[in-house]
Protein backbone atom coordinates (compact mmCIF):
# COMPACT_ATOMS: atom_id res chain seq x y z
CA UNK A 1 0.00 0.00 0.00
CA UNK A 2 1.36 3.70 -0.79
CA UNK A 3 2.14 5.54 1.38
CA UNK A 4 1.33 9.58 1.89
CA UNK A 5 2.31 11.92 -1.01
CA UNK A 6 4.42 14.11 1.49
CA UNK A 7 6.28 10.54 2.85
CA UNK A 8 7.60 10.37 -0.63
CA UNK A 9 8.51 13.94 -1.13
CA UNK A 10 10.38 14.58 2.01
CA UNK A 11 11.74 11.06 3.19
CA UNK A 12 15.19 11.82 0.74
CA UNK A 13 15.07 15.27 2.43
CA UNK A 14 15.02 14.24 6.51
CA UNK A 15 17.80 13.03 8.36
CA UNK A 16 16.25 10.35 11.42
CA UNK A 17 17.48 10.13 15.14
CA UNK A 18 20.07 7.85 16.07
CA UNK A 19 19.62 6.43 12.38
CA UNK A 20 21.66 4.31 10.15
CA UNK A 21 20.18 6.19 7.55
CA UNK A 22 21.48 3.69 4.74
CA UNK A 23 19.85 0.76 5.82
CA UNK A 24 16.81 2.39 7.91
CA UNK A 25 13.67 0.66 7.45
CA UNK A 26 10.84 3.05 6.11
CA UNK A 27 9.22 4.84 9.71
CA UNK A 28 5.64 4.82 10.45
CA UNK A 29 3.47 7.74 9.25
CA UNK A 30 1.73 8.56 12.07
CA UNK A 31 -1.66 11.35 11.37
CA UNK A 32 -2.84 11.63 14.61
CA UNK A 33 -3.19 10.94 18.28
CA UNK A 34 -5.86 10.25 20.84
CA UNK A 35 -5.66 9.12 24.64
CA UNK A 36 -2.84 6.34 24.12
CA UNK A 37 -3.32 5.75 20.84
CA UNK A 38 -1.13 6.82 17.57
CA UNK A 39 -2.93 6.81 14.46
CA UNK A 40 -1.11 5.95 11.09
CA UNK A 41 -1.44 7.27 7.69
CA UNK A 42 -3.16 3.82 6.30
CA UNK A 43 -5.87 3.29 9.43
CA UNK A 44 -3.51 1.28 11.46
CA UNK A 45 -4.08 2.36 14.93
CA UNK A 46 -0.70 1.24 17.70
CA UNK A 47 -1.26 1.12 21.16
CA UNK A 48 1.14 3.88 22.72
CA UNK A 49 3.78 1.75 24.95
CA UNK A 50 5.95 4.71 25.79
CA UNK A 51 4.09 7.97 26.34
CA UNK A 52 6.39 9.60 23.18
CA UNK A 53 9.58 9.04 24.73
CA UNK A 54 7.79 9.22 28.35
CA UNK A 55 6.79 12.70 27.80
CA UNK A 56 2.73 12.14 27.27
CA UNK A 57 2.15 11.38 30.91
CA UNK A 58 -1.99 12.18 30.59
CA UNK A 59 -2.57 10.61 26.72
CA UNK A 60 -2.25 12.45 24.18
CA UNK A 61 -4.84 15.49 23.42
CA UNK A 62 -5.84 15.82 27.18
CA UNK A 63 -9.10 18.69 26.35
CA UNK A 64 -7.30 20.07 29.27
CA UNK A 65 -4.66 21.12 27.99
CA UNK A 66 -5.75 21.80 24.68
CA UNK A 67 -7.68 24.43 25.79
CA UNK A 68 -4.81 26.32 27.92
CA UNK A 69 -2.61 26.04 24.70
CA UNK A 70 -5.89 27.86 22.66
CA UNK A 71 -6.31 30.38 25.15
CA UNK A 72 -2.69 30.84 25.06
CA UNK A 73 -2.02 30.89 21.29
CA UNK A 74 -4.67 33.52 20.88
CA UNK A 75 -3.29 35.97 23.35
CA UNK A 76 -0.01 35.66 22.99
CA UNK A 77 1.84 32.81 21.39
CA UNK A 78 5.68 33.88 22.61
CA UNK A 79 7.85 37.16 23.18
CA UNK A 80 11.37 36.95 24.15
CA UNK A 81 12.28 36.50 27.66
CA UNK A 82 14.36 39.23 27.66
CA UNK A 83 13.23 42.28 29.69
CA UNK A 84 9.84 40.98 29.32
CA UNK A 85 8.16 38.69 32.03
CA UNK A 86 4.48 36.94 31.62
CA UNK A 87 2.32 34.91 33.84
CA UNK A 88 2.48 31.52 32.17
CA UNK A 89 5.93 31.23 33.03
CA UNK A 90 6.16 32.78 36.58
CA UNK A 91 3.55 31.23 37.89
CA UNK A 92 5.02 28.02 36.19
CA UNK A 93 8.21 28.79 38.31
CA UNK A 94 5.92 29.58 41.78
CA UNK A 95 4.14 26.38 41.09
CA UNK A 96 7.48 24.16 40.69
CA UNK A 97 9.45 25.50 43.45
CA UNK A 98 6.41 24.43 45.62
CA UNK A 99 6.08 20.91 44.24
CA UNK A 100 9.55 20.54 45.01
CA UNK A 101 11.45 19.66 47.95
CA UNK A 102 13.61 21.97 50.09
CA UNK A 103 14.51 25.26 48.87
CA UNK A 104 14.62 24.29 45.40
CA UNK A 105 13.08 27.52 44.53
CA UNK A 106 14.88 29.53 41.49
CA UNK A 107 13.97 28.20 37.70
CA UNK A 108 15.82 28.74 34.62
CA UNK A 109 13.74 27.44 31.60
CA UNK A 110 15.27 26.22 28.02
CA UNK A 111 13.86 24.02 25.52
CA UNK A 112 15.18 21.20 25.87
CA UNK A 113 16.49 18.33 28.40
CA UNK A 114 20.07 18.42 27.14
CA UNK A 115 20.02 22.25 27.47
CA UNK A 116 18.66 21.70 31.03
CA UNK A 117 21.45 19.98 31.70
CA UNK A 118 24.13 21.99 30.28
CA UNK A 119 23.09 25.08 32.03
CA UNK A 120 22.74 22.90 35.59
CA UNK A 121 26.32 22.18 34.22
CA UNK A 122 27.47 25.89 33.73
CA UNK A 123 25.68 26.66 37.27
CA UNK A 124 27.68 23.63 38.75
CA UNK A 125 31.01 24.80 37.39
CA UNK A 126 30.26 28.83 37.65
CA UNK A 127 29.26 28.66 40.82
CA UNK A 128 32.95 27.88 42.48
CA UNK A 129 34.07 30.35 40.28
CA UNK A 130 31.89 33.44 41.79
CA UNK A 131 33.02 31.97 45.46
CA UNK A 132 36.54 32.40 44.10
CA UNK A 133 37.58 28.94 44.68
CA UNK A 134 39.51 27.63 41.92
CA UNK A 135 39.47 25.16 39.83
CA UNK A 136 36.30 23.07 40.75
CA UNK A 137 35.75 22.56 37.28
CA UNK A 138 35.05 18.83 36.31
CA UNK A 139 31.68 16.54 37.03
CA UNK A 140 31.24 13.08 38.28
CA UNK A 141 28.70 11.35 36.67
CA UNK A 142 28.26 7.53 36.50
CA UNK A 143 28.54 4.36 34.17
CA UNK A 144 24.89 3.82 32.39
CA UNK A 145 24.13 7.39 32.77
CA UNK A 146 22.16 9.50 30.26
CA UNK A 147 22.31 13.15 29.96
CA UNK A 148 21.57 14.46 26.49
CA UNK A 149 23.27 14.60 23.11
CA UNK A 150 24.89 18.01 23.11
CA UNK A 151 28.86 17.83 23.48
CA UNK A 152 28.35 19.03 26.55
CA UNK A 153 26.23 16.64 28.00
CA UNK A 154 27.31 13.66 25.69
CA UNK A 155 30.64 14.13 28.04
CA UNK A 156 29.02 13.39 31.13
CA UNK A 157 27.20 9.78 29.50
CA UNK A 158 27.94 6.95 29.33
CA UNK A 159 31.44 6.55 27.78
CA UNK A 160 30.36 3.93 25.61
CA UNK A 161 27.11 4.97 24.43
CA UNK A 162 28.29 8.90 24.69
CA UNK A 163 30.94 8.09 22.07
CA UNK A 164 33.76 9.41 24.33
CA UNK A 165 36.09 7.72 22.27
CA UNK A 166 35.03 8.92 18.60
CA UNK A 167 34.70 12.53 19.51
CA UNK A 168 37.83 12.44 22.11
CA UNK A 169 39.83 15.41 22.06
CA UNK A 170 36.43 17.48 21.63
CA UNK A 171 34.87 16.40 24.53
CA UNK A 172 35.23 18.32 28.28
CA UNK A 173 36.88 15.51 30.31
CA UNK A 174 35.02 15.11 33.31
CA UNK A 175 35.02 11.91 35.62
CA UNK A 176 32.39 9.13 34.93
CA UNK A 177 32.37 6.24 37.63
CA UNK A 178 30.56 3.37 38.96
CA UNK A 179 27.33 4.16 40.30
CA UNK A 180 28.18 2.91 43.99
CA UNK A 181 25.41 0.68 45.31
CA UNK A 182 26.83 -1.32 48.69
CA UNK A 183 29.77 -0.44 51.40
CA UNK A 184 32.70 -1.17 49.27
CA UNK A 185 31.85 1.11 46.11
CA UNK A 186 30.81 3.73 48.38
CA UNK A 187 34.20 3.77 49.95
CA UNK A 188 36.03 3.51 46.15
CA UNK A 189 33.61 6.86 45.56
CA UNK A 190 35.09 8.13 48.76
CA UNK A 191 38.61 7.53 47.97
CA UNK A 192 38.20 8.69 44.50
CA UNK A 193 36.91 12.15 46.22
CA UNK A 194 39.29 12.55 48.57
CA UNK A 195 41.67 12.66 46.33
CA UNK A 196 40.11 14.62 43.36
CA UNK A 197 37.68 16.21 45.86
CA UNK A 198 39.09 19.87 45.00
CA UNK A 199 38.64 19.31 41.63
CA UNK A 200 34.91 18.62 41.01
CA UNK A 201 31.90 21.08 40.77
CA UNK A 202 29.54 18.69 41.38
CA UNK A 203 27.74 14.64 41.67
CA UNK A 204 25.34 13.99 38.70
CA UNK A 205 22.96 11.36 38.63
CA UNK A 206 19.87 10.47 37.31
CA UNK A 207 17.76 9.42 40.34
CA UNK A 208 16.49 6.15 41.34
CA UNK A 209 16.43 5.13 37.25
CA UNK A 210 19.13 5.16 34.38
CA UNK A 211 16.52 5.61 31.68
CA UNK A 212 18.38 5.57 28.32
CA UNK A 213 21.05 3.84 29.54
CA UNK A 214 19.11 0.93 30.22
CA UNK A 215 16.28 1.46 32.25
CA UNK A 216 18.87 0.70 35.65
CA UNK A 217 17.65 0.88 38.77
CA UNK A 218 19.01 1.52 42.26
CA UNK A 219 17.71 2.12 45.89
CA UNK A 220 17.08 5.59 47.01
CA UNK A 221 19.90 4.80 50.29
CA UNK A 222 22.34 5.16 47.05
CA UNK A 223 20.83 9.12 46.83
CA UNK A 224 20.80 9.23 50.53
CA UNK A 225 24.89 8.42 50.35
CA UNK A 226 25.80 10.49 47.31
CA UNK A 227 24.42 13.40 49.38
CA UNK A 228 26.66 12.72 52.17
CA UNK A 229 29.66 12.17 50.22
CA UNK A 230 28.63 15.16 48.34
CA UNK A 231 28.31 17.18 51.55
CA UNK A 232 31.11 15.99 52.96
CA UNK A 233 33.73 17.01 50.21
CA UNK A 234 31.23 20.03 49.77
CA UNK A 235 30.57 19.11 46.42
CA UNK A 236 27.44 20.30 44.57
CA UNK A 237 24.55 17.67 44.00
CA UNK A 238 22.87 17.52 40.88
CA UNK A 239 19.50 15.66 39.95
CA UNK A 240 18.76 15.04 36.49
CA UNK A 241 15.00 13.93 37.00
CA UNK A 242 14.11 14.79 33.41
CA UNK A 243 12.96 10.91 33.04
CA UNK A 244 12.41 10.56 36.39
CA UNK A 245 10.20 13.86 36.97
CA UNK A 246 6.51 14.31 36.99
CA UNK A 247 4.94 10.81 38.42
CA UNK A 248 7.17 8.09 36.90
CA UNK A 249 8.63 6.45 39.81
CA UNK A 250 5.59 6.76 41.52
CA UNK A 251 6.11 9.44 42.89
CA UNK A 252 5.93 13.18 42.01
CA UNK A 253 9.87 13.48 41.89
CA UNK A 254 12.28 10.48 42.32
CA UNK A 255 14.28 12.48 45.21
CA UNK A 256 11.09 12.60 47.21
CA UNK A 257 11.62 8.71 47.94
CA UNK A 258 14.99 9.08 49.02
CA UNK A 259 14.01 12.63 51.18
CA UNK A 260 17.62 14.02 49.23
CA UNK A 261 17.06 17.47 47.91
CA UNK A 262 19.93 17.88 45.53
CA UNK A 263 21.54 21.63 45.31
CA UNK A 264 20.29 21.40 40.95
CA UNK A 265 17.54 19.49 39.26
CA UNK A 266 16.55 19.44 35.83
CA UNK A 267 13.36 18.48 34.70
CA UNK A 268 11.54 18.25 31.01
CA UNK A 269 9.79 15.28 29.09
CA UNK A 270 6.75 15.08 30.95
CA UNK A 271 6.97 18.80 32.41
CA UNK A 272 4.61 19.74 29.25
CA UNK A 273 2.85 16.65 29.29
CA UNK A 274 4.85 15.50 25.84
CA UNK A 275 2.77 18.74 24.12
CA UNK A 276 5.36 21.46 23.63
CA UNK A 277 9.37 22.03 24.16
CA UNK A 278 10.32 23.20 27.82
CA UNK A 279 12.88 22.49 30.02
CA UNK A 280 13.95 23.95 33.37
CA UNK A 281 16.94 23.92 35.74
CA UNK A 282 16.06 24.16 39.33
CA UNK A 283 18.17 25.74 42.00
CA UNK A 284 18.52 26.00 45.52
CA UNK A 285 18.87 29.60 46.89
CA UNK A 286 21.83 28.85 48.32
CA UNK A 287 23.14 28.32 44.37
CA UNK A 288 21.51 31.41 43.41
CA UNK A 289 22.91 33.25 45.86
CA UNK A 290 26.21 32.81 44.44
CA UNK A 291 25.26 34.64 41.73
CA UNK A 292 24.38 37.77 43.34
CA UNK A 293 26.88 40.07 43.10
CA UNK A 294 28.54 43.73 41.62
CA UNK A 295 30.48 41.86 39.40
CA UNK A 296 28.99 41.91 35.81
CA UNK A 297 30.77 39.22 35.64
CA UNK A 298 28.94 36.81 38.10
CA UNK A 299 25.77 36.49 36.28
CA UNK A 300 24.56 33.83 34.79
CA UNK A 301 25.05 33.82 30.76
CA UNK A 302 22.38 32.55 29.22
CA UNK A 303 19.32 32.73 27.33
CA UNK A 304 17.75 30.25 24.59
CA UNK A 305 15.39 32.61 22.12
CA UNK A 306 12.22 30.75 22.93
CA UNK A 307 13.38 30.05 26.49
CA UNK A 308 10.12 30.05 28.77
CA UNK A 309 7.86 30.20 25.68
CA UNK A 310 4.49 31.35 26.80
CA UNK A 311 2.66 27.88 25.05
CA UNK A 312 4.98 25.54 26.65
CA UNK A 313 5.02 27.03 29.82
CA UNK A 314 0.92 26.74 29.43
CA UNK A 315 0.95 23.48 29.03
CA UNK A 316 2.88 22.87 31.53
CA UNK A 317 0.39 24.96 33.77
CA UNK A 318 -2.14 22.76 32.84
CA UNK A 319 -0.50 19.27 33.17
CA UNK A 320 0.13 20.28 36.80
CA UNK A 321 -3.73 21.25 36.97
CA UNK A 322 -4.47 17.56 36.00
CA UNK A 323 -1.86 16.16 39.10
CA UNK A 324 -3.99 17.98 41.07
CA UNK A 325 -7.42 16.98 39.87
CA UNK A 326 -6.86 13.98 39.07
CA UNK A 327 -5.55 10.88 40.18
CA UNK A 328 -2.61 10.49 38.75
CA UNK A 329 -0.03 9.16 41.72
CA UNK A 330 -2.89 6.40 42.13
CA UNK A 331 -2.85 5.73 38.44
CA UNK A 332 0.63 5.17 38.29
CA UNK A 333 0.82 2.85 41.44
CA UNK A 334 -2.23 0.35 39.57
CA UNK A 335 -0.65 0.53 36.37
CA UNK A 336 2.89 -0.73 38.63
CA UNK A 337 1.07 -3.18 39.84
CA UNK A 338 -0.77 -4.05 36.84
CA UNK A 339 2.79 -4.11 35.28
CA UNK A 340 4.53 -6.40 37.90
CA UNK A 341 1.58 -8.89 37.69
CA UNK A 342 1.47 -9.49 33.80
CA UNK A 343 5.27 -8.95 32.86
CA UNK A 344 6.08 -11.89 35.79
CA UNK A 345 4.81 -14.23 32.88
CA UNK A 346 8.31 -13.19 31.26
CA UNK A 347 10.40 -14.41 33.93
CA UNK A 348 11.86 -17.76 33.28
CA UNK A 349 11.54 -17.56 29.41
CA UNK A 350 14.27 -18.50 27.55
CA UNK A 351 16.46 -15.49 26.37
CA UNK A 352 14.90 -13.16 29.73
CA UNK A 353 17.53 -11.99 32.37
CA UNK A 354 15.57 -9.78 34.58
CA UNK A 355 11.94 -8.05 35.04
CA UNK A 356 12.13 -5.11 37.17
CA UNK A 357 9.01 -2.43 37.64
CA UNK A 358 9.25 0.81 39.51
CA UNK A 359 6.10 3.17 39.23
CA UNK A 360 5.10 3.32 35.77
CA UNK A 361 8.70 1.86 34.40
CA UNK A 362 8.30 -1.58 33.62
CA UNK A 363 11.57 -3.53 31.89
CA UNK A 364 11.88 -6.99 30.47
CA UNK A 365 15.97 -7.39 30.03
CA UNK A 366 17.08 -10.11 27.42
CA UNK A 367 20.15 -11.60 27.22
CA UNK A 368 20.28 -10.64 23.74
CA UNK A 369 18.05 -9.03 20.75
CA UNK A 370 19.70 -10.96 17.66
CA UNK A 371 17.33 -9.12 15.21
CA UNK A 372 15.96 -5.45 16.72
CA UNK A 373 13.92 -5.07 13.02
CA UNK A 374 12.67 -8.36 13.17
CA UNK A 375 11.64 -7.74 16.89
CA UNK A 376 9.93 -3.85 16.05
CA UNK A 377 8.56 -5.14 13.30
CA UNK A 378 6.56 -8.25 15.45
CA UNK A 379 5.37 -5.77 18.06
CA UNK A 380 4.10 -3.56 15.38
CA UNK A 381 2.05 -6.35 13.61
CA UNK A 382 0.54 -7.05 17.16
CA UNK A 383 -0.85 -3.31 17.13
CA UNK A 384 1.91 -1.88 19.75
CA UNK A 385 4.32 0.71 20.05
CA UNK A 386 6.98 -0.23 22.17
CA UNK A 387 10.98 0.38 20.77
CA UNK A 388 13.26 -1.90 22.66
CA UNK A 389 16.43 -0.79 22.59
CA UNK A 390 19.48 -2.23 23.31
CA UNK A 391 18.92 -5.94 24.97
CA UNK A 392 15.41 -4.55 26.73
CA UNK A 393 11.88 -3.94 25.98
CA UNK A 394 10.19 -1.90 28.28
CA UNK A 395 6.75 -0.03 28.83
CA UNK A 396 6.30 3.58 30.27
CA UNK A 397 2.76 3.85 29.66
CA UNK A 398 0.65 7.56 29.76
CA UNK A 399 -0.73 7.27 33.48
CA UNK A 400 -4.30 7.07 32.11
CA UNK A 401 -3.67 4.03 30.14
CA UNK A 402 -6.95 1.81 31.25
CA UNK A 403 -5.91 -1.87 32.00
CA UNK A 404 -7.49 -3.37 28.77
CA UNK A 405 -4.63 -1.55 26.85
CA UNK A 406 -1.94 -2.29 29.33
CA UNK A 407 -3.10 -5.57 29.13
CA UNK A 408 -3.02 -5.19 25.01
CA UNK A 409 1.32 -4.09 25.63
CA UNK A 410 2.13 -6.71 28.15
CA UNK A 411 0.74 -9.68 26.54
CA UNK A 412 2.53 -8.57 23.33
CA UNK A 413 5.73 -8.19 25.27
CA UNK A 414 5.28 -11.89 26.56
CA UNK A 415 4.16 -13.09 23.10
CA UNK A 416 7.13 -11.73 21.03
CA UNK A 417 9.46 -13.42 23.77
CA UNK A 418 7.60 -16.80 23.75
CA UNK A 419 7.75 -16.50 20.01
CA UNK A 420 11.30 -16.01 19.81
CA UNK A 421 10.87 -13.09 17.70
CA UNK A 422 13.70 -11.44 19.60
CA UNK A 423 16.37 -14.04 19.07
C1 LIG B 1 15.85 12.65 27.63
C2 LIG B 1 16.83 12.96 28.68
C3 LIG B 1 17.73 14.04 28.56
C4 LIG B 1 17.82 14.88 27.31
O1 LIG B 1 16.65 15.56 27.00
P1 LIG B 1 16.39 16.09 25.51
O2 LIG B 1 15.14 16.87 25.62
O3 LIG B 1 16.26 14.88 24.64
O4 LIG B 1 17.55 16.92 25.15
C5 LIG B 1 18.56 14.31 29.62
N1 LIG B 1 18.53 13.57 30.75
C6 LIG B 1 17.69 12.54 30.90
C7 LIG B 1 17.69 11.77 32.18
C8 LIG B 1 16.81 12.20 29.88
O5 LIG B 1 15.99 11.15 30.02
Not at 117 to 140: D, F, H, M, S, T
Request: aromatic residues 8%; glycine residues 8%.
Amino acid sequence: MRGPQWLDDGMPHIWLPYTQMKTVLPPLPAVSTSGCDIHLADGRILTDGIASWWTACHGYNHPHIRAAVSAQLSRMPHVMFGGLVHEPALMLAARLAEMLPGDLERVFFTDSGSVAVEVAIKIAIQYWINRGVARRNRLVAFKGGYHGDTLATMAVCDPEEGMHALFSGVLPQHYIVDLPHDDATFAALETFLSESGDGIAAILVEPLVQGAGGMLFHGPEVLRRLRLLADRYNILLVFDEIFTGFGRTGTMFACEQADVVPDIITLSKALTAGTMPLAATVTRAHVFEAFLSDNPLHALMHGPTFMANPLACACANASLDLFRTEPRLQQVARISEQMTHELEACRGLPNVRDVRVLGGVGVVELATIADMNRLKAALIALGVWVRPFRTIIYLTPAFVMRPDELSRLTSAIVRVIRDGAAG
